[in-house]
């Protein structure tokens, strides 16, 4: 009984309440006819002046459009208006700026390590250079080079750079195809 006398006494208003149940209630027979043509005559009257208000915001909503079209106005305009005010926003936050200064920040330790792995590189290379190993290797090419260059062009040809080797060694293949000097000599004594 208790909990029935509780129940009728809540303060709290129907809303947030079963929806359905509240739409189900017949009030009706609560009221009197007074009440129920007081309150029908105040349906009618809240009914007409949420239609005139829309009338009214579509009137206002008409006026604003033809305003932006005097003034040049388009909405590619407000687009990029609205986008310039969200940028600048979102680069004035807080969020923004501690994110720009820590991306910064690893984008110059990235940069570092770069130049260090870059570095260390380099001086692997100069190492490896100056090992016994490619020294060995440096000596046996250079060796190759010149056992080369006296089998294709003569012994006349001592030193030069691999350019010159490669140089000379297109030119005796291309007169040794051509028939070479001697073929050329040839023919000059049978004229």
């Given at each position: 009984m208790e909990a029935q006398a509780q129940g009728l006494l809540e303060t709290e208003p129907l809303q947030g309440r079963d929806d359905d149940a509240v739409a189900s209630a017949d009030f009706s027979s609560m009221l009197s006819e007074e009440e129920k043509e007081e309150l029908k005559a105040e349906l009618v009257q809240l009914e007409d002046e949420i239609t005139t208000l829309r009338q009214v915001l579509s009137a206002k909503e008409r006026h604003l459009v033809e305003i932006k079209q005097k003034l040049g106005m388009n909405l590619m305009n407000e687009l990029k208006q609205n986008f310039s005010k969200s940028w600048h926003d979102m680069q004035t936050s807080t969020a923004y700026k501690k994110t720009h200064e820590t991306l910064s920040h690893a984008g110059q330790k990235a940069t570092a390590a770069f130049s260090n792995v870059g570095t260390a590189i380099s001086k692997k290379f100069g190492d490896m250079r100056n090992s016994p190993t490619f020294k060995s290797f440096e000596e046996r090419v250079e060796t190759t080079v010149t056992s080369l260059?006296?089998?294709?062009?003569?012994?006349?040809?001592?030193?030069?750079?691999?350019?010159?080797?490669?140089s000379s060694t297109a030119h005796a293949s291309a007169q040794s195809s051509a028939g070479g000097p001697r073929r050329a000599e040839e023919e000059e004594l049978q004229c």
């Open positions: 260059k006296t089998k294709v062009g003569g012994s006349n040809h001592s030193g030069g750079s691999f350019e010159e080797v490669l």
